[in-house]
Every structure is written in structure tokens, then in C-alpha cells.
Nanobody, 125 residues
């Protein structure tokens, strides 16, 4: 599956952005899909994921409450809604997808999956 992210940009602290990840193929909606981010000089970190079965959602503990992941199957799209953004949220955000036939999803599931090219999010103070 091929993934294309969009929706990044420059936003002031306290603002919101919605990232989109469009997947190719008629089976994309069956894929578990997640978002990770990587800030300069830091390791990539898990942000959120949504299962292909039952659309269960998972979040990094530090981001739950501000970030929300969802999917719109008719558009082969997974969204990441980010609210109350902070300068420390500045990073390149990546979408990843993997086909796993279970509802429980963890960040390690995406290591061998498909990844997009990333979209830059910059939050100014």
C-alpha cells in the first residue's frame, strides 16, 4: 500500500491542524494505520493508531486528549486531528500502515509496514 500525507504547516501555539493520510488500494481500510513523528535530533515516536477491524484507537499517553485519530473509509483516508498544539509538537509526521488481522495494535506493528514521506508540522510560540 502507498501512503500520502498532507495537512502539515505552520501554526501558532494553541492552534489546530488536521493531517490526512490517503492510502492506495481497495484493501487499505483493512489496514491498521498509525501516525508517528520525528523532531530534529530525536528518535521517531509513536503518536496514535487505529485498527482496521472495529476501528479501535490507541494513543501515546502524553498526547491523548489533544490528538484524535479517525478514518473515513469511503475516502481511503486516516486523519490525525491535533488540537491545542505546542511548540514541542513540532516534527515531521509520518503515516504508516500494516495489514494485521486483529484489533489490538501497537507501535511495533508498524516497523515492517508501509510508510509515507511525511508532512512537516511547525508550531510557533
Amino acid at each position: 500500500v502507498q501512503l500520502v500525507e498532507s495537512g502539515g504547516g505552520l501554526v501558532q501555539a494553541g492552534g489546530s491542524l488536521r493531517l490526512s493520510c490517503v492510502g492506495s488500494g481497495h484493501t487499505f481500510n483493512s489496514y491498521a494505520t498509525g501516525w508517528s513523528r520525528q523532531a530534529p535530533g530525536r528518535e521517531r515516536e509513536f503518536v496514535a493508531a487505529i485498527s482496521g477491524i472495529d476501528e479501535l484507537t490507541y494513543y501515546a499517553a502524553s498526547l491523548k486528549g489533544r490528538f484524535s485519530i479517525s478514518r473515513e473509509n469511503a475516502k481511503n483516508t486516516v486523519y490525525l486531528q491535533m488540537n491545542n498544539l505546542r511548540p514541542e509538537d513540532t516534527a515531521v509526521y509520518y503515516c504508516a500502515a500494516v495489514f494485521i488481522h486483529r484489533t489490538v495494535v501497537s507501535s511495533s506493528d508498524f516497523v515492517g509496514g508501509s510508510w509515507g514521506q511525511g508532512t512537516q508540522v511547525t508550531v510557533s510560540s
